[in-house]
DNA sequence: CTAAACAATTGACTTCATCAACTATTGAGG
DNA sequence: CCTCAATAGTTGATGAAGTCAATTGTTTAG
């Protein structure tokens, strides 16, 4: 009673095509990607909600969190982090601010381009940044439960769909 | 420190971390939900970051368009739509109070208990909606491409995992 | 050498979020 | 009936996160 009921019934049929399946009527086998992609998101969503009450288990704001994480490959500029989270890079700025009075990061000026200023996780940082990785990794219940067949089969076709192109 | 997930190490060695140990090796079985999880985290991710830009087509803020879709069932007291967003009551008054100016909901006082006030779409929020539901049902490009036996694999996995126990 | 392009910041402003305090209503018991 | 605790919603103060427009330095291209 969600949302493929009523008026997205008559929806433009992607490139799947309407071709003859034995049981054609009664599973909408017409929109396979957006069936799938439309759990998939259910799912998703119910897990977002406690993601703030996640952070905060680390002091983290929710964006901080996700610096946190992303900031673990290395050395990052200020703007390409901006461009990481989708947000102007003014946002950065304030951002990065108090990340860095919470002695999490560290602005350090780049050598080649004096205009970029790099951001580096502190030792502080690192040690906050493995703890909060340990606790993302743990899967919430509806995951949890799956059967390991199903986990298997979960787990190759996300390898798949994140496959660099 | 030595961490019992050699999952995350599969996952971070991109980068040059300091703690990176010589021990990575990927497929340890017992961390089959983990990995699983941790994918599929990451395409979560992946996706969210344009969650606001997907909201903002229209018009709507992120949270305003999180509750246009649960809006949808029915009429919502404003604590239990609070309890849902997981947030401050207080908060909720300023969501709808702008999203009311907009015309999109409207508070209806409840006849049984006069102290609530049940939120109900209006019409225009109504036709907002389904426009929304199709927008959000519009499977990302990295779900799009996968094959029909991996689509089919997921739905039934996401449906087994999303079934009320 | 000027002029355009770029990185980061600042300032004004909005939205989302919290907490504490307040109003109004409901629903107990005494 | 009357008081008292609990509940639903609002208000006010405050802070984080987001936007845009304008500014300051620093490359880089003509």
Redesign the pocket.
Known sequence: MSDMSGSSENLERRGKSPHSGPEARGDEPGDLPKQAWTLLFELMHAHMRNF?ALAAEFE?????AHVVRQLGEGPL??????NY???????????????EARGLVE?RS?E???????LVLTEQGVALRERLLERLAEPPELIASLSDDDLRALRDIMRRALRPQ
């Open positions: 703030p983290l704001s929710p964006v901080q500029a200020m703007s390409t982090l901006a989270l989708s947000c102007d890079a003014s946002n950065v700025t304030g951002l990065v601010d108090r990340m602005r780049s080649q381009d004096r205009r970029v200023k790099m």
